[in-house]
């Protein structure tokens, strides 16, 4: 009787609170860490010289965005890593796709790809000043390289995961390379290089923090360096909270950006 | 113990995917830079329900029991296919015995649902149908099958197993109690594994030959089908699948779907003796008369070529179907070696079960 439906599928009504309770768990989350915290600190439970309250931060936060000071720095920072991403991006693209189509081109850039990846990009930092000198080259520089690897990864990943037979029907009809390359290709492999600059974002904003603490003059990275030469610790969080938004931000951006291009992907 | 697999099509990775789920150590050697870049990719993406093979063959086991566990693999694992059925339809009395005659086969291979119905209830169902009666099958569907693979090669490295891509086999040893196999392209090398599962589709007979000691008489010929696809511009006339009463060498030109609903129209029999995959457009002309026995209303010039696939068979024109060949230790005489021959249509449908049997033989 009864039984029997409930062991089946489950009402949509019960599916559809589960999602509201998992959306208010998410806010709720954070929220209680944040107000865990700010009692920890107002009874001094924890040292309040390396954990300011979250109400101290949040004051010197207006405090800088009133200056203009944060908001100069944060636009410093996303100009960098977005001329990084386009200079890094862009011929990671076109270089894996053409290595997923032409086993060729795989066999020489393969090898190379596989021998360069490994190396902790923060490692090249020395050597990117030195080409680069201490202006914007070197930032830009550290981003690209952190964006380049993945989406050429992925973008190989992505044209040799592509069901066989659109390649077929494209030679079928005597497609040209650039046709090849523009309709099959890159939307065929559209779902995994999104995910390649993803991942290349993330590691992109990690790099330029830490371009941005040698040798810059403006910037997020360059904010927090100073405030630990300052000892301006709320500062250092200011920075730190700054970073953590511009990760969430970019996370939903590129999501929506996912839907809007690649459509035909479902979750 | 250590296996190898040879070809990542929907075989080797179901047959690696369930020795991986047995516990054993797991290794696809792949000649191409992805999965399914041969049969796998290019055929009807039909899960087939089991209808036409003769009783007791592995054809008949395999498709049966293979497409219950495909069924259930799809719903666990989130892999796109619409059971959306299959009517096999009769267009005068000598086709119409001839389904009777097939009616009378599916229910001797178990397969559920399946009824006689009249050209009435066809139409009823496909109003653009010409037809006096058909075989209403509701079982069979279509399937995501690249989404298919990619599930499989996702359990398979879940579970600890690997593709190696690129890695062409050059020759296999038996040396007790290993198998020394020679791999050739960038990393070459010799690597010893307990057991060997040849699973190379249309490569499979050459990779046998291949083998030292492997009885040459033990390898059977291989037979190029290719089957051409052509396309149809515009919307669909059918919801389900439409197959004509089958000729002699195939099941006839037929209606398949895929899940965007985008309707074509094959394979049909083209004997080669070399893999090509270009689809002759002049084809399309012997596709209108067959397509018009079932479907008056297919307009002059509606069909575009598609793409084509190459059936590995092991029977050529004119002679009887032969069936999938699984030649374990038994059939050859060498230990922990399991070739598998001429495993055409329906091998996506029974790859699943197949991968249960192969890996059974891998225990002697």
Request: charged share 15%.
């Given at each position: 009787?009864?039984?029997?439906?409930?062991?089946?599928?489950?009402?949509?009504?019960?599916?559809?609170?589960?999602?509201?309770?998992?959306?208010?768990?998410?806010?709720?989350?954070?929220?209680?860490?944040?107000?865990?915290?700010?009692?920890?600190?107002?009874?001094h439970f924890i040292d309040t010289r390396f954990?300011?309250?979250?109400?101290?931060?949040?004051?010197?936060?207006?405090?800088?965005?009133?200056?203009?000071?944060?908001?100069?720095?944060?636009?410093?920072?996303?100009?960098?890593?977005?001329?990084?991403?386009?200079?890094?991006?862009?011929?990671?693209?076109?270089?894996?796709?053409?290595?997923?189509?032409?086993?060729w081109v795989r066999a020489v850039f393969d090898?190379?790809?596989?021998?360069?990846?490994?190396?902790?990009?923060?490692?090249?930092?020395?050597?990117?000043?030195?080409?680069?000198?201490?202006?914007?080259?070197?930032?830009?520089?550290?981003?690209?390289?952190?964006?380049?690897?993945?989406?050429?990864?992925?973008?190989?990943?992505?044209?040799?995961?592509?069901?066989?037979?659109?390649?077929?029907?494209?030679?079928?009809?005597?497609?040209?390379?650039?046709?090849?390359?523009?309709?099959?290709?890159?939307?065929?492999?559209?779902?995994?290089?999104?995910?390649?600059?993803?991942?290349?974002?993330?590691?992109?904003?990690?790099?330029?923090?830490?371009?941005?603490?040698?040798?810059?003059?403006?910037?997020?990275?360059?904010?927090?360096?100073?405030?630990?030469?300052?000892?301006?610790?709320?500062?250092?969080?200011?920075?730190?909270?700054?970073?953590?938004?511009?990760?969430?931000?970019?996370?939903?951006?590129?999501?929506?950006?996912?839907?809007?291009?690649?459509?035909?992907?479902?979750? | 113990?250590?296996?190898?697999?040879?070809?990542?099509?929907?075989?080797?990775?179901?047959?690696?995917?369930?020795?991986?789920?047995?516990?054993?150590?797991?290794?696809?050697?792949?000649?191409?830079?992805?999965?399914?870049?041969?049969?796998?990719?290019?055929?009807?993406?039909?899960?087939h329900a089991g209808l036409y093979y003769p009783?007791?063959?592995?054809?008949?086991?395999?498709?049966?029991?293979?497409?219950?566990?495909?069924?259930?693999?799809?719903?666990?694992?989130?892999?796109?296919?619409?059971?959306?059925?299959?009517?096999?339809?009769?267009?005068?009395?000598?086709?119409?015995?001839?389904?009777?005659?097939?009616?009378?086969?599916?229910?001797?291979?178990?397969?559920?649902?399946?009824?006689?119905?009249?050209?009435?209830?066809?139409?009823?169902?496909?109003?653009?149908?010409?037809?006096?009666?058909?075989?209403?099958?509701?079982?069979?569907?279509?399937?995501?099958?690249?989404?298919?693979?990619?599930?499989?090669?996702?359990?398979?490295?879940?579970?600890?197993?690997?593709?190696?891509?690129?890695?062409?086999?050059?020759?296999?040893?038996?040396?007790?109690?290993?198998?020394?196999?020679?791999?050739?392209?960038?990393?070459?090398?010799?690597?010893?594994?307990?057991?060997?599962?040849?699973?190379?589709?249309?490569?499979?007979?050459?990779?046998?030959?291949?083998?030292?000691?492997?009885?040459?008489?033990?390898?059977?010929?291989?037979?190029?089908?290719?089957?051409?696809?052509?396309?149809?511009?515009?919307?669909?006339?059918?919801?389900?699948?439409?197959?004509?009463?089958?000729?002699?060498?195939?099941?006839?030109?037929?209606?398949?779907?895929?899940?965007?609903?985008?309707?074509?129209?094959?394979?049909?029999?083209?004997?080669?003796?070399?893999?090509?995959?270009?689809?002759?457009?002049?084809?399309?002309?012997?596709?209108?008369?067959?397509?018009?026995?079932?479907?008056?209303?297919?307009?002059?010039?509606?069909?575009?070529?598609?793409?084509?696939?190459?059936?590995?068979?092991?029977?050529?024109?004119?002679?009887?179907?032969?069936?999938?060949?699984?030649?374990?230790?038994?059939?050859?005489?060498?230990?922990?070696?399991?070739?598998?021959?001429?495993?055409?249509?329906?091998?996506?449908?029974?790859?699943?079960?197949?991968?249960?049997?192969?890996?059974?033989?891998?225990?002697?």
């Amino acid at each position: 009787m009864s039984t029997q439906a409930i062991a089946g599928s489950p009402a949509p009504g019960f599916s559809l609170s589960m999602r509201a309770r998992e959306r208010i768990l998410g806010i709720a989350s954070p929220v209680l860490l944040l107000a865990v915290w700010e009692a920890a600190a107002r009874f001094h439970f924890i040292d309040t010289r390396f954990f300011p309250a979250p109400s101290s931060v949040i004051a010197v936060m207006i405090e800088m965005l009133r200056s203009g000071e944060l908001v100069t720095n944060t636009l410093v920072s996303l100009r960098r890593l977005a001329l990084g991403t386009l200079i890094g991006g862009g011929p990671a693209l076109v270089l894996g796709i053409a290595m997923g189509l032409n086993r060729w081109v795989r066999a020489v850039f393969d090898p190379l790809v596989a021998a360069t990846y490994p190396i902790p990009k923060s490692a090249i930092l020395p050597l990117a000043l030195l080409i680069f000198g201490l202006g914007e080259g070197s930032k830009i520089f550290m981003v690209a390289i952190g964006v380049f690897f993945p989406v050429v990864i992925n973008a190989t990943t992505g044209v040799l995961e592509i069901n066989r037979i659109y390649l077929d029907v494209g030679r079928n009809y005597k497609a040209s390379r650039w046709n090849t390359f523009w309709t099959i290709a890159l939307p065929g492999a559209l779902p995994v290089i999104m995910t390649g600059f993803k991942l290349g974002i993330g590691i992109g904003l990690v790099l330029i923090a830490i371009a941005e603490m040698i040798g810059a003059k403006s910037g997020l990275g360059y904010m927090i360096w100073t405030a630990w030469e300052t000892f301006s610790v709320e500062q250092m969080y200011v920075g730190l909270f700054m970073i953590a938004i511009i990760g969430f931000v970019l996370t939903v951006l590129l999501n929506e950006i996912e839907r809007v291009i690649v459509p035909w992907k479902r979750d | 113990m250590e296996v190898l697999v040879v070809g990542a099509g929907v075989v080797g990775l179901a047959v690696a995917r369930a020795a991986a789920l047995a516990g054993h150590g797991v290794t696809i050697a792949e000649i191409t830079g992805g999965i399914a870049n041969g049969v796998s990719s290019r055929n009807s993406e039909v899960i087939h329900a089991g209808l036409y093979y003769p009783t007791d063959t592995l054809r008949a086991r395999l498709c049966v029991r293979g497409r219950r566990m495909l069924y259930d693999f799809c719903a666990s694992h989130g892999v796109g296919h619409r059971k959306c059925g299959k009517l096999v339809v009769a267009t005068n009395d000598a086709e119409l015995a001839k389904v009777e005659t097939i009616m009378a086969q599916a229910e001797r291979n178990g397969v559920e649902g399946v009824e006689m119905i009249g050209g009435n209830a066809a139409r009823a169902m496909e109003a653009e149908l010409s037809c006096i009666g058909a075989l209403w099958s509701p079982e069979t569907g279509i399937i995501d099958s690249h989404g298919f693979m990619l599930a499989l090669w996702g359990e398979l490295e879940d579970r600890g197993g690997m593709i190696a891509f690129e890695t062409p086999v050059e020759r296999m040893t038996y040396k007790a109690p290993h198998w020394h196999v020679q791999f050739g392209g960038r990393d070459s090398g010799v690597m010893p594994f307990d057991a060997v599962v040849n699973a190379a589709g249309l490569g499979a007979q050459a990779l046998a030959r291949r083998i030292e000691g492997y009885p040459a008489g033990k390898v059977p010929r291989l037979v190029l089908g290719k089957g051409n696809y052509f396309g149809f511009a515009g919307r669909p006339a059918f919801s389900r699948l439409i197959y004509p009463t089958p000729i002699d060498g195939g099941l006839g030109v037929h209606v398949t779907l895929d899940l965007a609903g985008r309707m074509r129209f094959g394979p049909d029999v083209e004997w080669i003796t070399e893999e090509n995959y270009a689809v002759d457009p002049r084809r399309a002309d012997s596709f209108y008369a067959r397509i018009r026995t079932y479907w008056p209303g297919l307009p002059d010039g509606s069909l575009v070529p598609d793409y084509c696939g190459i059936r590995p068979k092991l029977s050529g024109q004119g002679e009887s179907q032969a069936d999938f060949m699984i030649a374990g230790p038994q059939a050859h005489g060498l230990p922990h070696l399991v070739n598998l021959f001429g495993i055409e249509s329906p091998g996506l449908t029974s790859s699943l079960a197949l991968a249960e049997d192969v890996v059974a033989y891998l225990k002697d």
